[in-house]
């Protein structure tokens, strides 16, 4: 009788982590390697995947960087096709790449929503599209679509954000519907609030020595009573992108430190 840890192995296969040069998506895909997956990930720019190489070859992670913008669907065939030849076909997609405005919505252009929907639910749609034929030639895979509590709530000034994010919750539960058939399970990531480039401006220290109010309303907000971090997503996206997750399909996994559940702390 094997053990269980052997459900959580992910030698032999190939991961594609979306936008991983930094942030959640390179301390996720730091996880998917350390669990035996070959890693690849993409940027929009030469300099940040060269950046990101020598991140990761110091950590003893031989990944493979590709320049990539996930709104372009050329782009994205160009780059799981070559995945494929270098690699190997992607069995674990993780659609980390993302951007968010923070405009209030009568301030907002169309254009600036436009693309962050673009950029955080139709790229999703493409690379999973772009992935998805392989899988079923398989029989097997894994996609990961990042959501976020703005799948769940709204919050002023992230309209296109939580539109997006939101569209994804759902598009995240479709795929698992479509093609599960294939054993191919679509499951979301849905982090609570991590500190990374993204919400540094939320964290700021002021000069006086005070923090940025967000941060109180966060931390008053959190049961774990801190942000997360980064390395808080690499249990979970292990545990989503191995075998040990089989029958689980369809499901948003917060990662939120209990934000979702509480009403928050009494002032
Ligand atoms: P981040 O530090 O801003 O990193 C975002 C990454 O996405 C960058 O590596 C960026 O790469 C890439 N990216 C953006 N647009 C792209 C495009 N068109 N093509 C290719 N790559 C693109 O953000 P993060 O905090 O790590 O967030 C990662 C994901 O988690 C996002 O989907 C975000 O919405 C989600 N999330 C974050 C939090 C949080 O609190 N931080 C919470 C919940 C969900 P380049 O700029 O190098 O191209
Ligand atoms: C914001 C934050 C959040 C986080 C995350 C929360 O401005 O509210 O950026 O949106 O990024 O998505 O889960």
Known sequence: MKDIMHKFSLEGKTALVTGASHGIGFAMAEALAQAGAAVAFNSRS????????????ERGIRAHGYVCDVTDEKQVADTVSRIREEIGSVDI????AGIIKRIPMLEMEAAQFRQVVDTDLNAPFIV???VLPDMIKKGRGKIINVCSMMSELGRETVSAYA???????????NIASEYGAYNIQCNGIGPGYIATSQT????EVRTDGSRHPFDRFILAKT???????AEDLQGPVVFL????SDF????????????????????
Do not use: C, F
């Not at 030469?46 to 070859?57: F, S």
């Not at 997609?93 to 980390?96: P, Q």
């Open 200 to 203: 540094a401006p939320l964290r």
């Open 163 to 173: 539109a997006a994010k939101g569209g994804l919750k759902m598009l995240t539960k």
């Open 46 to 57: 030469r300099e940040q995947v060269d950046k990101a190489l020598r991140a990761y070859e």
């Open 241 to 244: 992108a191995s075998e040990a």
């Open 248 to 267: 689980v399909n369809g499901h948003i996994l917060y990662v939120d430190g209990g934000i979702l559940a509480y009403i928050g702390k009494q002032p």
């Open 223 to 229: 049961p774990a009573e801190r942000w997360g971090l």
């Open 128 to 130: 999973a599209k772009a």
């Open 93 to 96: 997609l993780v659609n980390n």
